[in-house]
């Protein structure tokens, strides 16, 4: 009898797991069709913006989120990003902090009403708090207040600091920051000057 009840119950779950598997499909097709048929290419923004990388299609399935499996996935997807991160090729990793402030200010570049020349901002503010003198700035991510005052000026935390900025990723797979320097949002120097508004000991940031 107990034989018996135990192949009834792995039958019951493989046909559930079956059915939940069969759900999903669906729903990530129909997904896709919202997608395709949501969206049109304007400007210089295309089509091939809605086309997921392997990273944002691990992301975009919050059903794995919590399993051993997913875990060890994200630990993977985390070291391919880190190992994508490209250091300051001329070995400098603080620039200037006021052309910094004037990056985390702006979000314009890479929209349909900007041209293909446009230069990119960061819009650090839409996400961060950074100076206190700013009325405005959201807060999906933690203040950047007192930035390098807090943490140091060491090169550990300076190299932290470049890699999250490049390529968040490789930290949190999941991460909702852009990654500035994986899809060149920003320039070199521009991030150079985004860590100098953070970490310059001049920076009002710090003061």
Known sequence: MKTHFNKCLALCLFLTMSSFAHSQANLDAQFEKILSTGFRAQGIAGMDRIKQDPTQQFCSKPQLSNSKAALAQAAEIEKRNMASITQPTDGQYLGNWQQ???????????????????????????????????????????????????RGYSDEVIRYTWNRINNSKAYNACSNMPRFGHFKILTQQQMQDVMALLLDPLSPVNQ
């Open 100 to 150: 910094g402030e004037l990056v985390a200010q702006s979000g314009r570049g890479l929209t349909w009403s900007d041209s293909a020349n446009a230069v990119n901002g960061g819009g650090c503010y839409n996400c961060h708090e950074i100076n206190r003198k700013e009325i405005s700035y959201g807060n999906i991510g933690p203040s950047l207040w007192n930035y390098g005052k807090l």
